[in-house]
């Protein structure tokens, strides 16, 4: 698989941009020249130069700086809930299908009624009922997407209940937990690795649409959807701060889905012709 991805231009794009985000909000405090937080009004919307290669926003602070620990906290939000998303789609999902009868029947019916729901509905009800904060948008995202990983680990699942294997080990007295954790977690990470990877794009982008409307994070937060929100009363004169964290957005999701999609021809071949 590494040398199959090491060849294709698609996976060594995506994970130069992935490398190079990771590596920005690793070392924001070293690479960002002003402090993100430092509020100067006499220096309010100044134009790029050597001091401020981007200028500054509207209160006087370094677009540059403000950029870059926007990945991390980005990255240090979206990552963590989409791990969480993970444990629980894998969880919920090998269990229902393995399961199977009544108890698949009710968890598909629970996972059917937060799907029909849109996402942003869902996440701002919860915001609106739990308030602001890092811990309540999180637990937000995650009750607005975790239907949607249940499902899909559920139909990975339920594609290896109907093989060989499956029945083999049941007939060697396998039970439901081993049978998940020995057999059919391992043979529904390739497809499921593949769905993660589009989904830390997805997380980006709802984390950043939920700051945008200025849902969940305390305000002046350095956060590329935040930065969004608050650039949105100079979109006529000064539009570059609202293109900067958007561009950010934009290139992070994308390095994401490419590699995401490298990974998809990579490890599911057979599914290229579908």
């Not at 992935?18 to 690793?26: C, D, P, R, S, Y």
């Not at 960002?32 to 509020?39: G, R």
């Not at 899909?152 to 439901?176: F, N, Q, S, W």
Request: proline share 5%; with cysteine.
């Amino acid at each position: 698989m590494d040398r199959k991805l090491s060849k294709h231009l698609q996976a060594i794009a995506g994970l130069i941009i992935i490398f190079g985000i990771v590596l920005t909000a690793l070392f924001a405090p070293a690479i960002a020249p002003h402090d993100p937080t430092e509020i100067d009004l006499a220096r309010k919307f100044l134009p790029p130069s050597e001091d401020y290669p981007l200028g500054t926003d509207q209160l006087g602070r370094c677009e540059l700086s403000r950029l870059i620990f926007g990945a991390r906290h980005s990255l240090a939000i979206s990552l963590p809930i989409l791990s969480i998303l993970a444990i629980i789609g894998l969880t919920i999902g090998t269990f229902g299908a393995s399961i199977g009868g009544k108890t698949d029947r009710i968890l598909t019916m629970v996972c059917d009624i937060f799907v029909s729901f849109p996402s942003l509905i869902i996440a701002v009800a919860v915001i609106g009922i739990l308030g602001n904060g890092l811990e309540n948008l999180s637990l937000a995202v995650v009750m607005a997407m975790w239907a949607w990983f249940t499902r899909t680990v559920h139909a990975y699942t339920m594609v290896e209940m109907g093989k060989d294997y499956v029945l083999a080990a049941r007939i060697c007295g396998c039970g439901p937990a081993k049978l998940i954790i020995r057999h059919l977690i391992p043979n529904i990470l390739p497809q499921f690795f593949v769905y993660l990877s589009t989904g830390v794009a997805s997380s980006i982008l709802m984390v950043s649409s939920f700051a945008f409307l200025g849902l969940g994070l305390p305000h002046g937060v350095s956060e590329w959807g935040a930065m969004l929100n608050e650039a949105r009363s100079s979109l006529y004169s000064h539009p570059s701060l609202l293109i900067y964290p958007g561009s950010c957005i934009l290139v992070t999701a994308a390095g994401f889905n490419l590699f995401g999609e490298a990974l998809r021809d990579t490890l599911l071949p057979e599914e290229e012709t579908i």
